[in-house]
């Protein structure tokens, strides 16, 4: 069935048959009606692809994030997905798995689509060329009314967004694993590379300074951000030379996977080591023992975004939402033992 054929049902022109249905231009109440009752009776459903080349954009949303099978883009996801239902806006979900390209060709794809806005959720990369590829492809999109908000991102991207204090948080955590006696510590990071790596190890460090503390040789061991980079990370800590009585995860997914790893190597949490992450994904509260972390609004960080993106911009300038953490104590931090075991007798 076509448009047409709706125009000539209801005796109007195909243009105002059009602009009844997309909404583009004012019509009569009484030709909305009339243009409307012929698509019911014809059983006319509009194209939504020619709408939005004819309005200049969908009402779809793009959410790029790095791996939706990790529970801490999940729950933003999940709050992004909860907010647009409310709009009556539909989704588009990819997954980078991390590889910076696929990000830019995921960019160039919801433009071509129209997309009425992008958002870019998670790390972004140390990495100035493809900050300004990324860039390039961005600029046109938003000079064409394109809309553009970010998660967890800030640097060389003029967009609104949503910024998780990572150095204050892990600030916060060092000094509260601090006042339970720990003064050796260990710290299974993420790639070098991701900001968000870069500015919670460097939180952790400060909060450590402070009390004099300084991490020694070997304490630092950087693995992918994942499960099984925090359970090889961790099996390396093992290994090395340091001796912590404390380690921290920079995230909570690589938390999980430590724990793992020192299960498997017979040291008990807490009693011969205690344990920290970062950002408070909901499986965390069900291990055994459940995890101390520093707590993060995820959903509530999702449906911020997608507002930031929606609402009308009010001049140039972007539009910024700082989101504190808060250091959630729990059984899998403790003093720190009397006698630390040495970790080579594993």
């Known amino acids: 069935m076509t448009l047409d054929a709706v125009a000539r049902r209801a005796g109007v022109s195909l243009a105002t048959a059009s602009r009844a249905l997309n909404g583009t231009a004012r019509v009569r109440e009484e030709l909305r009606q009339r243009v409307r009752a012929a698509a019911d009776l014809l059983g006319y459903i509009p194209n939504a692809h020619a709408q939005a080349l004819a309005s200049a954009s969908s009402n779809t949303v793009g959410v790029i994030c790095h791996d939706v099978g990790d529970p801490y883009f999940a729950a933003i996801a999940g709050g992004v997905m909860r907010a647009a239902a409310e709009q009556d806006v539909l989704v588009m979900l990819a997954s980078t798995f991390r590889e910076p390209a696929r990000e830019i060709a995921y960019v160039s794809m919801l433009r071509a689509q129209r997309a009425r806005a992008i958002l870019l959720i998670g790390s972004g990369f140390q990495n100035p060329s493809w900050e300004r590829k990324l860039g390039a492809e961005l600029a046109p999109y938003v000079r064409s009314g394109g809309r553009v908000a970010v998660v967890s991102r ?61 991490l020694g040789p070997g304490s630092v061991v950087h693995g992918a951000f994942t499960r099984e980079g ?81 609402r009308e911009p009010r001049g140039t300038r972007s539009r910024v939402l700082r989101v504190g953490g808060q250091v959630v104590l729990r059984a899998s931090t403790a003093p720190p033992p009397a006698n630390p075991p040495v970790f080579a007798q594993y």
């Not at 955590?173 to 299974?188: I, M, P, T, Y």
């Not at 090395?240 to 020192?262: E, H, I, N, S």
């Not at 520093?294 to 509530?300: D, F, G, I, R, S």
């Not at 975004?305 to 929606?310: D, E, K, R």
């Open 230 to 310: 925090g359970y090889a990370a961790a099996r390396e800590l093992l290994a090395g030379p340091a001796r912590p009585t404390c380690v921290f995860a920079v995230t909570d997914v690589m938390a999980v996977g430590a724990l793992a790893a020192f299960r498997e190597a017979g040291v008990r949490i807490p009693e011969d080591l205690s344990l920290a992450g970062f950002d408070d994904i909901p499986l965390v509260q069900e291990l055994t023992p459940p995890l101390t972390t520093v707590a993060l609004p995820l959903t509530a960080m999702g449906q911020s975004v997608i507002s930031l993106a929606l």
């Open 154 to 214: 800030h640097r060389g991207l003029r967009a609104d967004a949503v910024l998780p204090e990572n150095r204050a948080g892990a600030t916060a955590l060092a000094r509260a694993l601090l006042a339970l006696g720990h003064r050796e510590f260990g710290v299974l990071s993420g790639p070098a590379q991701l900001t968000t790596v870069a500015d919670r190890l460097a939180g952790f460090r400060a909060g450590l300074t402070e009390s004099g503390i300084v």
